[in-house]
Structure formats: C-alpha cells, structure tokens
C-alpha cells in the first residue's frame, strides 16, 4: 500500500547555501511556530558551534505540516568533512531537495552530495535559493545544473528534474523567476506532487535501519531512522543485526517511541512503515543496525561510509600545567568520551595505540577533528593532540596519497599567490573561468598540501576569497612538500611571562602571548622567521643597579601578540610539537619540553 500522508525529504547543498534558512522558513509557514512566538534564526543549528561558526555539523531531523500531508524533512551539512552524515542521512528519504545559491551555481561539494543522491535512484526538486541576491546569474545557474546532472549521468527523469526559484530569507518560492513568489507554497505543493507516496508493507515483520543516534542521559541510546517494513509498538519485543556484520546479534525491547512533529519529539504508543521514528530501550544499538522483530533477523543493506583521510593523536596531558584547567584529565575519560563519539559519528574512527595514555583518531578532514576538539573542550577535556597526518594506502608496491579538489573564487588581481602557493604545494590546475567580476580556479591538490593554507589564503586575498574542498580520490605520492619554513620560539623556563622579557624576545620574531601570561619549559610563546627553534627566557627581569641613564626607563613597548584560534593552531605545528587543550586555553608545546633533551634528540635525528 501508499503512505499518502507523508514524504520523506533531504536537503542537500553545498556549504553556506541557505539550507538551514530555507528550513526556518518552511517551519514558520508549516505553522510549527504560534504566531507570537519568537523564533531563532536558523533554528535548526541547536548546537553552540553550529551557531557561532554557521555551518550544520550534524544532521536534524523535523516536519510540517501540509494540507492533510507530513512532510519529514532532513536538514543535512554543506561541509565535505560531515559527508558521512549527509550519506546515512539519504537512506531514510525517498526525495531531496537540492539548494544551488543563485549567484555561485553548482558547488563541489553540491556534485558531491547529488552523486550520492542519484547512486540512490533518489528524485530530485532543483531549488534554485538566493534569488534576490543582486549578482544572481539565474538563467547560468540553470545550465550549471543541467551540465552537472548529464556529467554525473543522472537518467531522463532526473535530468528533466523540476526547478523551483526561492528566497529562503524571504520565504518565497515560484516556478517562473519572472514572477516574484508570495510564500513557499509552489515548493509544498512541488513536494506533495512529485515525490510520490512510499510504497510500504505494513502488515510484513517490523524492520528498521538505524541511520542515526541520539543520547539522553535518562533513557540512554535513541536509535533513529525511518521504519521500512511492519509496524511497532511500546514494549514490542525486538531483535538488532548488522548487514556488515553478521554475527552482530542481540535481544532487547522497545520502552518507548517518538514521532517527530516540528522541533519536538511527541510520544506515540505505536509506529508503522514510512514513519521516521525515535526508539529508546536497546541499549548497545548503533549507526547501520537493523531492529527488526524478534524471530525474523533481516538486516538492511546499509551504504558504505568514505574512509576517513587525516588522523591526529589524542593523549592525556603530561606538561607541568595538567589537572589544572579541566574537569576531565585522566585516560580512562579521554577513552570513554572518543568511544562515545565514534558510535554517533560514523565517519570517525578511534584506535588504541601501544601507550595506554595515546589515542589514534581518524576523521574526514582537519575540519572534522577539530569539531571533535572544540566540542570536548568546551564539555571540560583537557588534552593534548599531536599535528595532523594524512592517511596514506599502498597498492601493488605504489604509494597512494588522499588527493582534494580545491576550488576558489578570487578577484581578478589576486590570481598571482594563488599559482605561487599551488606551485608549493603540489597543486595542478583543473579549470579556470570568469564568474562575474571575479575568476574561479579548481586544482588537484595532495590533502596534507592543504594544512596551514586557509589562513594564508585568507591573507592573500585580503578575506575577499571563497575557498572550498571537496575529496577528489587516492594518487599516486606528489613528493615531499615543506609544510612550514618558520622556526618557533620556545619558552626557556617555567614561570610567568614579564614586559623585560617580552620586549627582548620580540626582536625574535612574532609572540603568541602577552605579559602576566604563565608558561613552561618548552611551550611555545612564538614563531621566529628562520628555518629553526630559537629558545627565549620570556620570564627574565631587569637587574636593579645604583645607576640610572637617561631614557633607561621608559616604557617598554610590546607589539601585540598573535592569539590563534583552534585550527590556525592545528595548522601551525610540526611533527614535533603538540597543541594543548584545556576549556581556557589553548597552548603550542615541544613534544620534549625539557631543552637538553630536545636537542640530544634531535642530534639523533629522533625529532
């Protein structure tokens, strides 16, 4: 039979165009909101780092209503470190909706999150957003799009996929660009008429694949995920499998259901096929698990994640200032907490290492780990993490590296450090064209040739640069690239940083930190212009004497210190330094903080 009451429906898009805003509007006209009622903007971005930095990192879950119709809607991420969200994600949907800004046209990560959709025989509603922006290019937008459908070799039906023109900021929608829209309705009614009701069995054994997991600290695990066959009840008795691992099995019972309606979860004693759901009760259930109903084990083909490409280590903090800042310091807290995210997070992959202190940790890009970093420190971790690597594969004797498609949009004069940094950097120029006044640039670039470039680039191109990475696939090795041609300035002893010795280390190079600021041996307070460490007593004062010349005592001017944020620091350090992290700080340290040691090492090629 036909659920004719609902559609189940994704939004897809690259990064920052309007898929969060769209969904806001699509609440407030869905009548999820009371008509007093004060509403965020970008409601759906719940999390404190989605709201500060405006970007979707995990994927949420709503709906409206539309006359007699529910429409789930999935919100996804834009960013290509958060695929493996948006990949699950497209398994519970039976249409999406694809966001193209009107002015930037098809994005990388757009070709990125449409293949997935089209690998899924998903049908798709082309919504054209931002029509109102004053540089939009409508009627190229349109031919982008078609040219990206016949590149990624979409059948005759999703070619001939309808075009909805929106301003999600305004809340209009229409067919014809020509016609300004009045509200959304054109985009309600396009997704009730095309996306056609799912054809479900609901009298068939209850089946359900898990595409998601929440956690709440009173009924614990939440499996998420939309019911494919049958239906549920409350304490229906219930069995997990694993399509990827078979001999994943185990009992358990379902202590309660919630529908989602709008931004809330509303319980239900019963569920059945179409449905997207929230299921509390089977306590070691996890991202790709099938619960079916006991007796009749069936697991669902669950899609194959990206392996991840960059790595970090995470270890317990051993620099004088351990236990001083967090609320959770020891091992047994940093294994707990990485485990717990690896079960949300299926892109994220945690390894024990030979020291019981150390943690190897696998995402999809610098952006993903620190994500994980800033979300455990603001949750009371104190760590340290070592500088990120590349995930390298060998096959038949060749030594394959992770390859990103870089693509940038620059003004036209400052094309000339972007050359001059890809030239460094190994990159290879796949196209050039004229977007407006300005000049879009895609290059083939080794992933490890992209740390440390973004604030540069930001730099370069006075902050008027759009930068964007999307993952290309696995070449063979480019060669060696020098990752970073400064040397650092390295504290001289544990203590408190004063002017005298500030002023005298500044002719060093540039600091990272002002007076009064407390510091060890072996942190690092700065970066030097040469290609090697230099050590700074940043802690000594002036001798007092019986003498006085003229002008001895004047003020001593300090060039104010550079103060980086979480990935500049990620980016800045070698293989031998770590970054420490704590809920206040965030410090650069030597691997060996003792400066005997370091340089005994190093003598020994061992750093």
Known sequence: MKRTDIRNVAIIAHVDHGKTTLVNEMLKQGGIFRDNQEVLDRVMDSGDLERERGITILAKNTSVFYKGTKINIVDTPGHADFGGEVERVLKMVNGVLVLVDACEGPMP????????????????????????????????????????????????????????????????????????????????????????????????????????????????????????????????????????????????????????????????????????????????????????????????????????????????????????????????????????????DVSLTVESTDSADSYRVLGRGEMHLSILIETMRRAGYEFQVSAPKVLYKEENGVLLEPMEKLVVDVPEDKTGPIFSAMGVRKGELLQMENVGSRIRLEFKIPARGLFGYKSQFLTETRGEG??????????????????????????????????????????????????????????????????????????????????????????????????????????????????????KNIRIRKRTLNTEQRLKRKARGLE
């Open 109 to 344: 990560q757009t070709r990125f999150v449409m293949e997935k959709a089209l690998e899924l025989n998903h049908k798709l509603i082309i919504v054209v957003n931002k029509i109102d922006r004053p540089d939009a290019r409508l009627s190229e937008v349109q031919d982008e799009i078609l040219e990206l459908l016949f590149d990624l070799n979409a059948s005759d039906e999703q070619v001939d996929s309808p075009i909805i023109f929106c301003s999600g900021r305004a809340g209009t929608a229409t067919e014809d660009y020509n016609k300004p829209g009045k509200d959304l309705t054109p985009l309600f009614d396009k997704i009730v008429s095309y996306f056609e009701p799912q054809e479900v069995d609901e009298e068939g054994p209850f089946q359900m694949l898990v595409s998601s997991i929440d956690h709440n600290e009173y009924v614990g695990r939440i499996a998420i995920g939309r019911i494919e066959r049958g239906q549920t009840h409350v304490n229906q008795e219930v069995e997990t499998c694993n399509f990827n691992a078979k001999d994943k099995k185990a009992r358990g019972k379902v202590i309660s259901i919630y529908q989602i309606e709008g931004l809330e979860r509303v319980q239900t004693e019963s569920a059945k096929a179409g449905d997207i759901v929230c299921i509390s009760g089977l306590e070691n259930i996890t991202i790709g698990d099938t619960i079916c109903a006991f007796g009749a084990p069936e697991p669902v083909p669950f899609v194959k994640i990206s392996e991840p490409t960059v790595e970090m280590t995470f270890s317990v903090k051993d620099s004088p200032f351990a236990g001083k800042e967090g609320k959770f310091v020891t091992t047994r807290h940093l294994h707990d907490r990485l485990f717990k995210e690896m079960l949300k």
């Open 466 to 583: 759009v930068f964007n990475t999307v993952f290309y696939g696995y070449e063979e090795f480019k060669g060696e690239i020098e990752r970073r041609n400064t040397g650092s300035l390295v504290a001289f002893e544990n203590g408190e940083a004063v002017t005298y010795g500030l002023f005298n280390a500044q002719g060093r190079g540039q600091l990272f930190i002002g007076a009064g600021v407390n510091v060890y041996e072996g942190m690092i307070v700065g970066v030097s212009p040469k290609n090697e460490d230099i050590v700074v007593n940043v802690c000594k004062k002036k001798h007092l004497t019986n003498t006085r010349a003229s002008g001895s005592d004047d003020a001593l001017r300090l060039e104010t210190p550079k103060l980086m944020s979480l990935e500049e620091a990620m980016e800045f350090i070698k293989d031998d330094e770590m970054l420490e992290v704590t809920p």
